[in-house]
């Protein structure tokens, strides 16, 4: 069982604030052009909405210019361009608004399929040892919990940032130019709201990082468990994962509810803050206002009522913002923690392929001598170059044998430790152990997926070893001889039960050297339809595979086909004159059942007894008739349905093909 702890990873590099900066550079690496042009747009949205506090203090003073002679008309003429000019940018920035907020969801959601498919791209690359090591859950957690807090923060907290960032610059900007006793007023509320951000805001942070990792702990558990429920049972196991998983909950319980407790509080303290210092600017601007007291500003304007209106509202204006950015704190901080799980994935050593030795197709001699094929021949070899440019092949035998190994994933602390196992050809082995015993690990350093420079280890392997996994208290090796054809294919052919009608005609094909199965070995492939060519080829090893006096001059089989010397012996012996009009054989298309009775029949030389037709859709003219009347009577056809029917012009599948062999050639 797992040993439980739901905050220490000895794994992960601690990022830091490095991983945000990264995470910033990923978004830029994958989109150049459209995130300048996204954080430009928010940008002038935010200097837009900051400058109205500027047309106020215009606007004001035009009005007191004008109040007491009440000339309306003159007053208009002053306010109407400023008026004009306000609405141009807001318009703009209406316009900004739109443009980055699209912009903005298409890179968030483009970022994050990006970001994910790279993650699992490395992740295809990393030695077994990795997921041996991390439990399956956590890895998961990567593209689920991790992925979304950058989802969070690109969509949301960095436009954030960026557009209240902007804003409190601009109105400090302002203030400063407005009056510089108003605004050291305002930056000692500053200092406040920056003394609580960092007590509160230090603490939520620091429970948010726990969080994500309790939250990928958990998922791992509980992804460990439901996987192995199972062996949970068997072992009576389940007080002790309950107890485990209360553990890992609790944990998780306690970071999220911390977390959560110092968010929820930072935001209203800070609006406090602001609400007080607004008060406060109040007040000491209608003290400096009734004291006459001069004012020392960038704009060199004296202090009046046209200045200390538009400074409270920028006063509010930047006390909302600071706020904003108090509150992005916490998404900030999630997607740092979030940030360093997924680059410590991608960071990942993938694993290196230092291999030289490897598996080819071999022709055996009957003095034992090997040499390499480019065909499929039944048998491999492994082929081993060496620095003097020679090169030796072995024949794979299906020997395994591990002397003396130790392993581990971590120096020091040995997963295996000198074991030595033996497996000869033809053995059924078990590696029988409970969950983490080393199954798997003897498995992959058997298969050279696992490689440690201790290990001594000196196998051979076939794909006709199959190693079964069952659970118990730990690692043992049963090997057990089973002779029998039966166990053989049914390691061979995956798709081929026992208990299936052709088992014991693809048995006898397997034996005879008639076919090897397909695609890597492992299957048959029954239900398919088998080619021209591959009839040629049944029909040609089932005769032994006499050479061929001379090829056959068909246009569409190539001299260096894997068929042509079958096709040349079909010619030969009279069993096909091709297709069309002689010149072609389609080695490609299908074979129906029609031609193989007839290919069969012209083998053997057949012909009927005289028995009447049974068959509905068997015309007695055509020129497979003699065929089917003869393959019925030497029982190796009995029609398909209910037996009233041939289906001649249906294709032989692969499974039909080698039972009519067998029932030639057997029976």
């Known amino acids: 069982m797992p040993k439980v702890n739901p905050h220490a990873d000895p794994t992960r590099r601690d990022l830091g604030p490095a991983a945000l900066g990264r995470t910033v550079k990923k978004l830029f690496s994958y989109y150049p052009v459209l995130a300048p042009v996204t954080f430009v747009c928010i940008l002038f949205s935010s200097i ?36 004009t000019l306000l609405v141009v940018l807001y318009a703009l920035s209406i316009l900004s608004m739109t443009v980055y907020t699209q912009l903005m969801a298409y890179m968030t959601q483009g970022f994050l399929h990006k970001l994910r498919c790279e993650m699992f791209g490395g992740m295809q690359k990393l030695p077994i040892r990795y997921f041996d090591s991390h439990q399956h859950g956590d890895i998961m957690s990567h593209y689920t919990n991790d992925i979304d807090t950058l989802r969070q923060l690109v969509s949301q907290a960095l436009p954030a940032l960026i557009q209240s960032g902007a804003i409190v610059l601009v109105v400090f900007s302002i203030m400063l130019y407005f009056s510089l006793w108003l605004t050291l007023v305002l930056v000692l509320g500053i200092i406040a709201m920056v003394a609580v951000t960092k007590k509160i805001g230090g603490g939520s942070a620091k429970y948010f ?19 192995g429920q ?68 960038l704009s060199g304007k004296a202090l009046d009522i046209s200045i200390l209106v538009p400074f409270l509202n920028m006063a509010r204006q930047f006390t909302g913002n600071v706020n904003q950015l108090s509150q992005q704190i916490n998404a900030v901080v999630m997607a740092g923690a979030g940030a360093q799980r997924v680059f410590a994935l991608i960071d990942e050593k993938p694993e ?15 003095d034992g001598t090997v040499t390499e094929s480019d065909r499929r021949t039944g048998h491999w070899a492994w082929k081993h170059p060496h620095g003097d440019g020679t090169l030796t092949y072995t024949e794979l035998r299906g020997d395994v044998r591990l002397t003396d190994v130790d392993f581990a994933y971590t120096e020091g602390k040995d997963v295996l430790h000198d074991v030595s196992v033996y497996a ?137 086909a894997y068929y042509a010397k079958a096709v040349a012996w079909a010619v030969e012996n009279g069993i096909t004159n091709g297709t069309e009009n002689g010149s072609t054989f389609s080695p490609n298309e299908p074979c129906t059942r029609a031609q193989m009775v007839v290919f069969l029949c012209r083998l053997a030389n057949g012909a009927p007894k005289g028995s009447r037709m049974a068959f509905t859709d068997v015309n007695e003219h ?3 008739v003699n065929a089917v009347l003869w393959a019925v009577e030497a029982g190796i056809t009995n029609g398909t349905g209910n037996g009233t029917t041939f289906s001649p012009n249906e294709p032989c599948t692969r499974a039909q093909m080698v039972t009519f062999l067998y029932r030639y050639f057997v029976k």
Request: include cysteine; charge should be negative; hydrophobic fraction near 40%.
């Open 48 to 83: 837009v909405s900051s400058v109205p506090s500027l047309f106020t203090q215009n606007i004001i003073q035009i009005i007191e210019k004008w109040y007491i002679s009440r000339d309306w008309a003159a007053a208009k003429a002053e306010i109407v361009p400023y008026l």
């Open 209 to 227: 990082v726990r969080q994500q990792k309790a939250v990928a702990s958990t998922e791992g558990f509980i992804q460990e468990m439901m996987a």
């Open 230 to 297: 199972k062996v949970v049972k068997v072992f009576c196991h389940e007080q002790k994962s309950i107890e485990d998983f209360d553990r890992l909950n609790d944990a998780l319980f306690e970071d999220s509810f911390r977390a959560q407790a110092y968010a929820s509080v930072l935001g209203p303290i800070i609006g406090n803050i602001g609400n007080i210092l607004y008060v406060t600017l109040a007040l000491v601007g209608g003290v400096f206002l009734l004291i006459g007291l001069p004012n020392v500003s």
């Open 352 to 366: 290196t392929d230092d291999g030289y030795v490897t598996l080819v197709n071999a022709e055996i001699a009957p």
């Open 424 to 560: 000869e050809p033809g053995q059924k082995v078990a590696f029988v152990g409970a969950t983490g015993a080393g199954k798997t690990t003897i498995t992959a350093t058997a298969s050279a997926t696992e490689i440690y420079p201790e290990a001594q280890a000196s196998y051979e392997l076939t794909v006709k070893a199959a190693p079964s996994h069952t659970s118990n208290t730990a690692p043992v090796v049963k090997p057990g001889t089973d002779d029998s054809a039966d166990a053989a294919t049914e390691k061979l052919f995956s798709d081929v039960p026992k208990r299936s009608a052709y088992f014991k005609a693809i048995k006898w094909a397997v034996e005879s050297g008639i076919t090897n199965g397909t695609g890597d070995g492992m299957t048959f492939s029954p239900d398919e339809p088998c080619t021209r060519a591959q009839m040629a080829m049944f029909l040609w090893r089932a005769a032994k595979t006499p050479e061929p006096k001379t090829l056959s001059s068909f246009t569409d089989v190539s001299a260096n």
């Open 622 to 624: 055509a020129y497979y």
